[in-house]
């Protein structure tokens, strides 16, 4: 993890040194899923979860562009067990760096890209005092960090006469653990203003 914050650093560093104009700031909102046992709680079948995130993108790097973004996904639920329910949030907080290939076009400029993040994963839970998690065999996961990687495409539209542009990605990503590497999609739906 300090590892992936150094590298973060020194990117943030580096940026001054490139042209203001190729900055811009983004956000973002759409949907991540997780469908894998090892991130997903006990009587939970559908894991999507709720994403909005924020980003800076550097587009006046040679050939690529780079990306350093936030993203935080959560999904809460009411969880029936017998005759009683219990209340689940589930969150994944990631900070990411991507290197984006753009193929620039006037308008509509598609893009790859791949990159690494680290993932805050957790739960939380509030139980009812006559129901016992332990006596029903109910496991909820404990909060974790992880490595990951992704890789990304997607396309840009430029507004004309406006600093700003609109973004659709799809991503796949992985995040390494004791078990297992852990494979989930997010889409998201964003815009991006560009500084002056």
Request: glycine content about 10%; charged content about 15%.
């Amino acid at each position: 993890m300090k590892k992936f914050f150094i590298t973060l650093f020194l990117l943030a560093l580096a940026a001054p040194s490139f042209a203001l104009s190729g900055i811009s700031i983004g956000i973002k909102g759409g949907l991540a899923s997780y469908n894998d046992e090892v991130f997903t709680a006990p009587e939970v079948e559908d894991n999507d979860m709720n994403l909005v995130g924020g980003q800076i993108k550097i587009s006046s790097l040679p050939i690529i562009n780079l990306v350093v973004s936030g993203e935080y996904m959560w999904k809460s639920e009411s969880i029936g067990y017998g005759t009683e329910r219990f209340d689940l949030d589930q969150h994944d907080f990631a900070l990411s760096a991507t290197a984006l290939y753009p193929i620039k076009m006037k308008i509509i400029s598609p893009f790859a890209g791949a990159g690494i993040t680290n993932h805050n994963i957790g739960f939380d839970y509030s139980v009812p005092q006559s129901l016992s998690l332990e006596e029903n065999g109910i496991v909820i996961p404990g909060s974790d960090n992880r490595l990951g990687y992704h890789l990304i495409g997607g396309v840009d539209v430029d507004i004309p006469a406006f600093p700003v542009s609109l973004t659709a990605e799809y991503r796949q990503n992985w995040i390494d653990t004791d078990y297992d590497t852990v494979k989930y999609y997010s889409i998201s739906v964003g815009a991006n203003f560009k500084l002056p």
